[in-house]
T-cell receptor, first 110, second 114 residues
Framework: RKEVEQDPGPFNVPEGATVAFNCTYSNSASQSFFWYRQDCRKEPKLLMSVYSSGNEDGRFTAQLNRASQYISLLIRDSKLSDSATYLCVVRESNFNKFYFGSGTKLNVKP | NAGVTQTPKFQVLKTGQSMTLQCAQDMNHNSMYWYRQDPGMGLRLIYYSASEGTTDKGEVPNGYNVSRLNKREFSLRLESAAPSQTSVYFC?????????????FGPGTRLTVL
């Protein structure tokens, strides 16, 4: 069983749409949670950390449900520039081990 | 600051050849990591170094060795390359004291083994 699972997509949405990605993780002892963005043939970059209380950064909202071991990312008012692959990342209780989902690809169309 | 740098950017090897991938960071981070990314898959941890002088295996260490040369540099060596090692390799660094849990990645090395 994979440590972190994501729907690979692709999600094809028009500009202005709202889109949601989900992610599940297998280790209930996981400590920290993140969404990273990866553009084609580029390195991953942190989009946002995910906190138990949920957090928002502009058009992006992340939620964590520890009981269900589930993380979500909501993007409102999608822009063409949001087209990328979104990686769900989980850190184990051992600080030095991070597990990556395989990513969800988003294509925002004009 | 350059952040995390990796060399080379591209490499083609023949089966059985050896090579070393170089990584350096100028953020004074304690922890450094090597990942590989294959098509349709997430990043998988090869080796990591929690601090200067220590290294530990990740999920997929077979066929690789690492050296934490100093705080800045963390190299990955393929002793006898195999086609299964064709991948994109990313180096990353982080430091909980200063940057929280954020990992900063280098631009990657695209390796093809024929």
């Amino acid at each position: 069983r994979k440590e972190v699972e994501q729907d690979p997509g692709p999600f094809n949405v028009p500009e202005g749409a709202t889109v949601a990605f989900n992610c599940t993780y297998s280790n209930s002892a996981s400590q920290s949670f993140f969404w990273y963005r990866q553009d084609c043939r580029k390195e991953p970059k942190l989009l946002m950390s995910v906190y138990s209380s949920g957090n928002e950064d502009g058009r992006f909202t992340a939620q964590l449900n520890r009981a269900s071991q589930y993380i979500s990312l909501l993007i409102r008012d999608s822009k063409l520039s949001d087209s990328a692959t979104y990686l769900c990342v989980v850190r184990e209780s051992n600080f030095n081990k991070f597990y990556f989902g395989s990513g969800t690809k988003l294509n925002v169309k004009p | 600051n350059a952040g995390v740098t990796q060399t080379p950017k591209f490499q083609v090897l023949k089966t059985g050849q050896s090579m070393t991938l170089q990584c350096a960071q100028d953020m004074n981070h304690n922890s450094m990591y090597w990942y590989r990314q294959d098509p349709g898959m997430g990043l998988r941890l090869i080796y990591y170094s929690a601090s200067e002088g220590t290294t530990d295996k990740g999920e997929v260490p077979n066929g690789y060795n690492v050296s934490r040369l100093n705080k800045r540099e963390f190299s990955l060596r393929l002793e006898s390359a195999a086609p299964s090692q064709t991948s994109v390799y990313f180096c990353a660094s982080s430091d909980r004291r200063t940057g929280g849990d954020t990992q900063y990645f280098g631009p990657g090395t695209r390796l093809t083994v024929l």
